[in-house]
């Protein structure tokens, strides 16, 4: 193991690393401290100017209560997660079939698309910016959440594909070689054999592509504008705007936008990690 | 059910359908077509069409007017274009920091004491939080009036400086915002990596009196290549995707010396300085040359482990 173990270092590197630790977190983790204090204190301490002071009393209840009651966020939090489950989904379903599709079949052209969809996925957002609106706008779909979820389908399946399959190359292929001496058709095979073994793939990815799109920013305010289907990302903007300098409201606001992802992380983490990580290790 | 079409299939040659006949070689484009046709259509065809759109003048609405290379001539000549150029390159370089920075949160978390799985999770908290969230934190962060920067340069006498409305520092100051999350991803990569380094090889160089920097750059460095490899293709990527940050903490501001390719092309494409989807598309095309050398290589290094496989 590298570095080595601090079992076997002296007491006193023991004891120095162990109060280390904590430290070093408060300092990485300190402008989103900073940020929770702020959500908590009630509005007087800004107006007396004690920014920095801890909170004369605990203002949370009344802040989350008037994020939750006195402005759209509510509509985005729902917008957000209409348009957050149905990609997953869609995403991770065509990324299973092509996934399947280019890890178990030879063919000629099998590498090239591969590398296609691994290719698209780097592109810079903006070379597709002006032609994917122009083609929303025709479809009747901009300003609709519809518009967003089809494009983030579209987009989020080139990872996934490369993802699926990855994992469906490390499959034992004498499986599917043994169901086909059987003559299973080849569509059972993805059914009842290889999709079984998908899962971890599956929830891994669902997670990913979940935190993904929840925090995607850029599509949202090139597709959409408004509160009937604006995302929270894009939704925060404008609550900022309607609770301007008042920053207990915005500090809460901001991480009621940021809980959802982070608690499918602590839910999932190991999932979480497995899929962000795939390729680190050989 | 399988003696059945076990019987069909080795028995009825004849009878089988063309379906039946060429199974093996035409179900993987049954099952590749809903993504292909998905990902031609948002994806691979809007690139051409971007090259396409950035022979015209459009303001996105009304008809189209040709005016062939006129917006390149145009961007030629841009001082805003050089700006978001130049800061595109310093985002490249400083981004980079990341995976050595990563590096090292990872090497000192890689130990077995006591609650350190949650540490390795909040530390590497940064990373799902959106960029949004992440920009107006920074934001904060840096107020000038009450900003936690401030107060803390400000006990060792500086300051105290407007990161965000000075354009000397502006950009720097976003960069570090990025960072943030950034390291964590790679600090996550590294983890990953460092459990899967052989102890053997560790041993062995331990007992040759390898140790510290030496046995880090020449043993367990070597070891998490194919971590650093995804940490630079994500790190690389993501710099030259900033637009978030830039969005939520300057606006391209002030005087549009944070911009940067990709929130410039916004900027002219969509936003209130007016629709010129043309001009926008031109920019886009120049990022797009510029990511092909990356996607290039990547690829490139990807195709190599195939063949090797």
Redesign the interface.
């Known amino acids: 193991?590298?570095?080595t173990?601090?079992?076997k270092r002296s007491r006193n590197w023991q004891f120095t690393?162990?109060a280390f630790?904590p430290l070093?977190?408060i300092m990485?983790?300190?402008?989103?401290i900073?940020?929770g204090v702020?959500s908590v204190k009630p509005e007087g301490d800004f107006a007396a100017?004690e920014?920095?002071s801890l909170p004369s009393t605990f203002g949370g209840f009344e802040n989350y209560g008037k994020v939750f009651f006195e402005s759209d966020m509510p509509r985005y939090l729902l917008n957000s997660l209409l348009i957050t489950v149905p990609t997953a989904i869609g995403a991770v379903a065509?990324?299973c079939?092509?996934g399947?599709?280019?890890g178990?079949?030879k063919?000629k052209l099998?590498?090239w698309?591969f590398?296609?969809?691994?290719?698209?996925n780097?592109?810079?957002?903006?070379?597709?910016?002006?032609?994917?609106?122009?083609?929303t706008v025709d479809m009747g779909l901009y300003n609709t959440k519809t518009g967003l979820v089809?494009?983030h389908?579209?987009?989020q399946?080139?990872f996934c594909?490369l993802f699926m399959r990855n994992f469906i190359k490390g499959l034992p292929f004498a499986l599917i070689e043994a169901a086909r001496v059987?003559?299973?058709?080849?569509?059972r095979i993805?059914v009842y054999i290889v999709l079984p073994l998908m899962k971890p793939a599956i929830a891994a990815l669902s997670v990913l592509i979940f935190?993904f799109i929840?925090?995607d920013?850029?599509w949202a305010?090139?597709l959409t504008q408004g509160a009937e289907s604006q995302p929270v990302?894009a939704g925060?903007?404008s609550f900022?705007a309607q609770f301007r300098a008042a920053?207990h409201l915005?500090?809460a606001g901001?991480i009621v936008?940021?809980l959802p992802?982070?608690a499918?992380?602590?839910l999932m983490?190991k999932h979480f990690?497995a899929g962000?990580?795939l390729?680190?290790?050989? | 059910m399988s003696t059945a079409s076990l019987a069909r299939s080795e028995y009825a040659p004849e009878n089988r359908s063309w379906y039946k006949r060429n199974e093996i070689r035409v179900t993987p484009w049954l099952f590749l077509a809903p993504a292909i046709l998905f990902f031609l259509v948002y994806v691979i065809i809007p690139i051409f069409q971007s090259f396409e759109i950035s022979l015209f003048s459009w303001d996105g609405l009304g008809p189209r007017e040709y005016i062939g290379t006129e917006n390149y001539v145009e961007l030629w000549d841009d001082p805003a274009f050089y700006t978001s150029l130049k800061n595109n390159l310093i985002w490249l370089i400083l981004y980079l920091l990341a995976i050595p920075a990563g590096l090292f949160i990872a090497l000192f978390l890689n130990q077995t004491v006591f609650g350190i799985r949650l540490y390795k999770s909040l530390f590497f908290f940064p990373f799902v939080i959106s960029q949004v969230v992440v920009g107006l934190v920074f934001t904060w962060f840096y107020d000038p009036t009450f900003g936690l920067f401030n107060t803390i340069i400000g006990w060792v006498g500086l300051g105290p400086i407007n990161v965000l409305g000075d354009p000397t520092y502006v950009t720097y100051g976003i960069i570090a915002a990025g960072l943030w999350p950034q390291t964590a991803y790679c600090m996550i990569l590294y983890l990953t990596g460092l459990n899967a380094v052989d102890p053997e090889q560790i041993e062995a160089a331990r007992l040759d009196g390898a140790k510290g920097w030496k046995m880090l750059w020449y043993v367990v460095v070597p070891q998490l290549k194919p971590a650093t490899f995804i940490a630079f293709v994500v790190t690389i990527i993501g710099a030259l995707r900033s637009f978030d940050l830039i969005s939520v903490m300057t606006n391209g501001g002030p005087f549009g010396e944070s911009r940067v390719l990709s929130f410039y092309m916004f900027e002219v494409a969509l936003s209130e300085y007016g629709f010129r989807m043309g001009y926008g598309a031109a920019i886009a095309v120049v990022l797009f040359i510029i990511m092909l050398f990356f996607i290039a290589y990547f690829l490139y290094s990807m195709y190599r482990d195939e063949r090797g496989r």
Do not use: C, H
Request: net charge negative; glycine share 4%.
């Open positions: 193991m590298f570095p173990p601090i079992q690393y162990q630790l070093a977190l990485w983790l300190l402008p989103l900073a940020v702020f100017g920014y920095w065509l990324a079939m092509a399947f599709a280019l178990i079949y063919f099998n590498l698309i590398f296609l969809f691994v290719a698209g780097f592109v810079p957002f903006q070379i597709l910016m002006v032609p994917v609106r122009d083609l089809l494009f389908i579209a987009f399946t080139g594909t059987e003559g299973i058709a080849e569509w993805f935190t929840w925090n920013y850029f305010i090139v990302t925060i903007t900022n920053y915005m500090s901001a936008a940021a992802p982070v499918m992380f602590f983490q990690i962000l990580t390729g680190a290790v050989k």
